[in-house]
């Protein structure tokens, strides 16, 4: 049972991971060098969110555009803490270790043990999140030096790395009905917003939409 569980969590730390290649080229393209793609791999970690921070920086958007839309993207991960927190009952330095490795795919494979118990679902998030930070920051780097070696990257396409991942990344999670309205409403909102608002503006206002649309739903 643990092999297969190790197995999974293999498998989708290697497919996320490869996507690290993207966010490498796009830091690169939203001109940010290899070390900085590099830190803020090794630092942010959370996939969504890096993306919305080169894409913001790359179109021309302020530091504070970035990092805002950024933030909208990774309070989800505050909530995954709060669901896996009974599960790992950790402390100390490896209490932060969950907390940084505490992601979409790291909470999914622990979740889909449920069934199995606490040890496998322990199992499923180290093995899965520690996976994945090592894959996405191996390619992370991969990317970057890519990038950078190839010269200008728009010349190649790599300007359409981000929403070619980001979109990637989002794709899989549409599962729901209320998932596609909300992607959706946010693709017509940031379609009207981008020729006029300063970049950054339309990836926030895009950010706030599940946050509006939980709230709509919670009080009906």
């Known amino acids: 049972m643990s092999r297969a569980i190790l197995r999974d969590s293999l498998s989708v730390a290697l497919t996320v991971g490869v996507y690290g290649i993207a966010f ?10 290899v070390l900085q793609a590099c830190v803020l791999s090794l630092l942010a970690f959370t996939g969504a969110s890096q993306f919305a921070v080169v894409g913001v920086l790359g179109a ?15 309070i989800r991960n505050s909530f995954y803490g709060l669901r896996m927190a009974p599960i790992l009952q950790v402390r100390g330095a490896k209490r932060i270790a969950a907390a940084q490795l505490t992601i979409d795919e790291s909470t999914a494979v622990s979740v889909a043990q449920e069934d ?40 190649w396409g790599l300007d359409a790395a981000v929403p070619a991942a980001f979109l990637g990344l989002l794709w899989p999670r549409l599962i729901s009905k209320s998932a596609r309205i909300v ?17 950054g503006v339309p990836v926030i206002a895009c950010a706030l939409i599940p946050f509006v649309f939980a709230f709509v ?4």
Do not use: H
């Not at 490498?24 to 060098?33: C, I, K, M, R, T």
């Not at 520690?130 to 200008?152: P, Q, S």
């Open 24 to 33: 490498g080229a796009a830091a690169v393209e939203a001109d940010l060098s």
């Open 60 to 74: 021309g958007g302020s530091a504070l555009s970035a990092v805002t839309a950024a933030s909208l993207l990774g």
């Open 116 to 155: 199995k118990g606490l040890s496998e679902m322990r199992l499923g998030f180290w093995a899965t999140g520690i996976g994945v930070y090592i894959f996405w920051n191996l390619f992370t780097l991969l990317g970057a030096l890519g990038a950078t070696a190839l010269g200008d990257p728009a010349a």
């Open 183 to 199: 992607a959706l409403i946010s693709i017509f909102l940031c379609t009207l917003l981008i020729p006029f608002a300063p970049a």
């Open 217 to 220: 739903g919670g009080r009906k």
